[in-house]
């Protein structure tokens, strides 16, 4: 039996890590992010694999870096056959890549060379992809870098956001590494190496990127709204205070205004320019210190002294 060793973090990884486990393989062990500290009352909180894997009676180790740390020693006595990893969040070093007899692999969700890096999902709607996919690659020091051993495609929806995106992708890997791992293993498998004429990157999200341009259009700020939902969340500003902006439509309407400028209010919506004189349609949003509402919620309450003619935005944005 194909002893292996499992690296995964958020809710990504658990359907891959539950299908490993369903198939039969020899789940030695599982590494994850240390326990975390999460909401208002910062309660020491365990990553979603950390769960998954004591629901099945599985060694957890929780490096806060693997890298020469006591948890990378037990992995190597432990001997395993192969390592996976599937956003993991930390770099493997050298030693550990070469372990296992097998190597290791990783489950990426992005079409390789196409968005290295540690937020390919937010990049893929953020520049307003049509395809994404998931890539099972060798592991090697450099990130995202190693070669091809298979890859899978899905097309990407208008009302696709990160947190639907990551869950398609999840169940996404999870088949194609159940469908490659039996060739792996047999050696039938022939890696491919990525053309570095076509890598793209996918740094994590700064801050920044966060705040919406209204001087882009409106499909573009579409893209950023759902590249940042659920997290981070993109936002603007009104009257000095900070707007999350959750939900927008691009609107096939035309204007001559300032971008961020507010061109129309209804009873359930308002408008805003933005660049290349296009409109958005504001749907859904957050006004600081309160919880994510409708528009129609917001008009009535305390959007209800929302004048045309303001600005949305500081300086445009």
């Not at 292996?4 to 393989?25: C, H, N, Q, R, W």
């Not at 927008?248 to 359930?268: C, S």
């Amino acid at each position: 039996m194909t002893k292996i060793v499992f690296m995964g973090t958020p809710a990504f990884s658990v359907p891959i890590l539950e299908a490993l486990i369903d198939k039969g393989y020899d789940i030695a062990a599982v590494v994850t992010q240390p326990d975390r500290p999460v909401g208002r009352k910062k309660v020491m909180t365990p990553t979603p694999v950390k769960e998954a894997a004591l629901q099945h009676q599985i060694l957890v180790l929780q490096p806060e870096k693997i890298s020469g740390s006591e948890e990378m020693a037990k992995v190597i006595e432990l001997q395993p056959d192969l390592i996976v990893t599937a956003a993991f969040g930390q770099f493997l070093p050298q030693k550990l890549l070469s372990a296992p007899r097998l190597g290791a692999i990783n489950v990426h969700a992005s079409l390789l060379p196409k968005y290295r890096g540690g937020a390919p999902v937010h990049y893929s709607l953020i520049k307003g992809e049509k395809e994404t996919g998931v890539t099972i690659m060798y592991m090697e020091k450099k990130m995202d870098a190693g070669d091809i051993l298979s890859q899978r495609s899905l097309e990407i929806t208008e009302k696709d956001d990160v947190g639907t995106l990551f869950e398609r992708l999840s169940r996404l890997g999870r088949d194609l590494l159940i469908d490659t791992l039996p060739d792996l293993i047999a050696g039938k498998v022939t890696p491919v190496k990525q053309d570095e004429e076509k890598v793209t990157y996918s740094p994590n999200i700064k801050a920044e990127e966060e705040l919406i341009d209204w001087s882009k259009s409106a499909k573009e700020i579409d893209w950023q709204v759902r590249g940042m939902r659920p997290w981070p969340g993109a936002y603007t500003s009104l009257n000095g205070n900070r707007l999350k902006v959750w939900d927008v439509t691009p609107l096939d309407d035309d204007t001559d205004k300032e971008p961020g400028t507010i061109i129309q209010i209804e009873k359930e919506r308002f408008m805003v320019a933005c660049g290349e004189r296009t409109v958005v349609q504001v749907n859904e949003l957050q006004p600081a210190g309160k919880s994510k509402m409708t528009t129609t919620a917001f008009l009535s309450g305390v959007g209800s002294q929302l004048r045309v003619g303001e600005m949305v935005g500081d300086n445009g944005n």
